[in-house]
Structures are given as structure tokens and as C-alpha cells.
């Protein structure tokens, strides 16, 4: 029995050796790091001057949701100051490269926590830069083409008795809030999917929850969403709540794996 388990033991060693030599000391992680965020920030560059090109037809593009609120006859938004007009087009330039450049920006950092993890949860590599990727994006596109124009048409038909006078850059902070926003919301099924991987949470857990999770969502979207209506804060809290229920679909997927994987592990050894 002592002979089997020390060759059990013996035979495990080099793929210890070889799991355990991955693993990076905490100055070789910050160095580590330097390196993702200089990649990352080169890339956002580079797919900012490209946007910088066309930053007029990028622009009239996000200001479209207002423009179809604004009363007839005033579709035009304004600039106060002689730096303005410039700084808004580096504004928009830069919002349009970070969607764009949003895969390579999370192929950094998977590289950045791939080095933490075992070789068979390395396998992820790809479905996570693509749910990623997609899910970011779609929250992009849900918050320009749902949420911001309900918003708007809110907050400016509230009271028809002023009439707006808005700046190009009012409007863009704006529309960056809710868009990049929504971007970083519509990534909880990766994030749940990651803490389900490592084990942290199970599907009952999220199931059992579920009602705290609405109210956090419901906070979430509060936060997020400009205005304090009903109608508008379940316009940005319904989506998050259908992530968390796909969320609770993927956990139930890696937990099966866990499973599957552990019944083999003990079949293999007895």
C-alpha cells in the first residue's frame, strides 16, 4: 500500500514541477502587469488615431439618439469654449478605440491571470475572449440603441416648457456613462463563470440568493441609470437580470464539469 502511494506521488511530481514552475513571484505579477497595461494602452492608441480619422462621421453617428428628441428645428449641439469642438472629437475618438480595441484589451488580460491558473482552465482562453468581446460590445449596443434613446426622450420631453440648449460634450459624458457602463454590466456572466470555475460560487448558491442579487441589480441600475422613473430604471435593470439567470445557467455548466471531472480523478485512482 506505502509502495503504491509513494509511485501515485512519484508519478504526479514532474506535473506538479510543471504547474508549480507557472507560477510567478509578486514582482514578477506587478512586472507582469506593467507589461498587459502598456500592450493594452498601445492598442487603444492605435485604434484611436484610426477613429481620429473619421472622428465627424463618429460623432454624428453617437449623436443621433439625440438628435431625434430634440424639438423640431434645434438638432444641433453646442461647445462653450474655443477648445471644445477639438476636445470633443478626441472624446469621441477615444470612446469609439476602446470598443474596438476591447478584444485585444482582454486577450491582455487573460495573459495577465492566465499564468494562475492550471493548464486544463487554460483551455478557456478562447470562449473568454470571445463571450467577452461579444458581451461587452452588446452591452454597448443595447445601451445606444435602448437605453440612451429612452433616457433622452425622458429627460428632455419633461418639461415642455424649457427648451434644451445642449453642449457636445454634456451630451457625450453622457452617452459615455451609459455605454461604457453597460459594457462593464453585461461581463457578469464572465465574471460568475470565472468564480463558479475556481469554485467560489455554486448554482444553489446563486439560486438562494437570487433576491438579494435583484436588489443589488436594481441598486446597480439606479447608479447607472440617470433618471430616477420606473420605466427607465427597468429598462437597465431587466437586461442585468437576465444576465444573472444565464449567469446561474453557466455555474450549473462548470459545475457538471467539476463533477465529471472529480468522477474520473477517483475512477483513475481506485
Known sequence: MTENKRGDSEAMLPLEQEELSDKMSFLEHLEELRTRILYSLVGVGITFVICFIFNVQLFHFIAAPIRQVLPPGQKDLFYLTPTESFGISMKVSLLVGIFLASPFILWQLWLFISPGLYRREKAYALPFLFASSTLFLMGGIFAYYIALPRTLNFLINFNPELQPLITATEFFDFATLIMVGMGVVFQLPILIGFLSLFGIVT???????????????????AVISPTGDAVNLFVFALPMMALYVVSIGIAFLFRRRHKARDHALSTSTS
Open 203 to 221: 448554482p444553489r448558491f446563486l439560486l438562494h440568493n437570487f433576491k438579494f442579487a435583484v436588489l443589488i441589480i436594481f441598486i446597480i441600475a
